[in-house]
């Protein structure tokens, strides 16, 4: 079914629902004779002609099940009709390609429905926004868009800004293009509830409303990653996570790794007791340069290196922080000493190396970190 896919929608233009249908068929394997019939097909004419042969299908280059709000029945009954009255909601398949994405719909029987389909370059992140919680006091600008697509493409709507620094969002019932957010810098995911759309940039978060797409909040102190993902988030249905780019003593709760970051009460006093023994020793030293007892020009006790050169970077990886995005506020989210930390409900050290990936589990109450490895 994946190759038939592949192969019967070569580069075809933007669109919406009413794409191309593809049925389903019983995978076979090819007999001894049939692959050396395939070989000679394709391998003889290119030894005497010396081109190789033309590939029409298409290369995919990410591949996801997406669960959202449009392979909900009970949200979109029209996929009753499209899919046979069948009960059971489709799957619903994202697909990458080298110039675009496409979105299908397959039911359980295997017949796969073309819903959308996006050619304007690479696609480097895509989510379909769920369907946002309505409160009497507030208003769905896009009810009659719904249900949206989130995309970051190579090309922005606008086709001026830089690669990668804008967010389209299109109408999967009309296939327009309804808003389009702008960044000054490349964007590398998204992510999405029913409350806010999370855009992560290379060392900052913005969150924006799900029902205006105005901003909401924002997060400047993430710890960048070396890779796979470069500013890893967790987004659950209330909690967002995200690597900080250092521990505050004075917000850290229980639990979390104690690494060569994260000092114990015996390595703390210890500290102390050499910042004592420093300090009494330069008196000393001071006391007899006065006296004319020591030579101008002898070693210090520590070494020539000075401590300014030495001096450890605030910066430290793996700090987690968790926060409520119902109540850290509009605004700058700030974890500092001088913030009385609004809205932080974890900060802590998860480990000794920077956080690659992160997510939270089915209740949506804990947070897993992986930790990253550097290239």
């Given at each position: 079914l994946g190759d038939r896919m592949a192969s019967e929608s070569p580069r075809r233009p933007s669109r919406c629902a009413g794409g191309v249908v593809v049925r389903a068929q019983a995978a076979t394997e090819q007999s001894y004779m049939e692959s050396v019939v395939t070989f000679l097909q394709d391998v003889v004419p290119q030894a005497y002609t010396g081109a190789p042969p033309t590939d029409e299908k298409e290369k995919i280059v990410w591949v996801r099940f997406e669960k959202a709000d449009i392979n909900d029945t009970s949200r979109s009954p029209e996929f009753l009709e499209m899919h046979s009255g069948s009960s059971d909601p489709p799957l619903c398949l994202m697909i990458?390609?080298?110039?675009?994405?496409?979105?299908?719909?397959?039911s359980l029987g295997g017949e796969a429905q073309e819903l959308f389909s996006v050619r304007h370059g690479p696609v480097r992140a895509a989510h379909i926004l769920p369907a946002p919680h309505i409160s009497p006091l507030m208003i769905d600008s896009f009810a009659d868009k719904r249900p949206l697509l989130g995309v970051c493409k190579s090309t922005g709507s606008s086709g001026t800004s830089p690669p990668y620094c804008c967010v389209d969002l299109y109408s999967l019932r009309t296939g327009e293009m309804v808003k389009s957010i702008q960044f000054k810098t490349p964007i590398y995911d998204l992510h999405c509830n029913r409350e806010i759309l999370v855009v992560a940039l290379q060392e900052k978060i913005a969150a924006f409303d799900s029902c205006t797409f105005t901003k909401k909040f924002f997060v400047t102190s993430c710890f960048p990653c070396p890779g796979p993902?470069?500013?890893?988030?967790?987004?659950?249905?209330r909690w967002l996570a995200y690597a900080?780019?250092?521990l505050i003593r004075c917000h850290q709760s229980r639990g979390g790794a104690c690494g060569d970051n994260a000092q114990s009460y015996t390595a703390t006093v210890i500290s102390a007791a050499k910042t004592l023994k420093t300090g009494l020793t330069m008196v000393g030293k001071v006391v007899t340069q006065l006296a004319g007892t020591l030579p101008t020009g002898a070693p210090d006790e520590e070494g020539a290196t000075p401590h300014s050169t030495t001096r450890r970077s605030p910066h430290a990886p793996g700090v987690i922080t968790v926060i409520d995005t119902h109540n850290v506020g509009e605004g700058q989210v700030l974890v500092s000493e001088d913030s009385d930390g609004e809205g932080v409900v974890a900060h802590?050290?998860?480990h000794d190396k920077p956080i690659s990936c992160m997510e939270f589990n089915p209740s949506g109450l804990d947070v897993g970190p992986t930790p990253g490895k550097q290239p």
């Open positions: 990458g390609y080298a110039d675009g994405m496409q979105i299908w719909s397959i993902n470069l500013n890893p988030i967790a987004l659950g249905g900080e780019n250092k802590f050290p998860a």
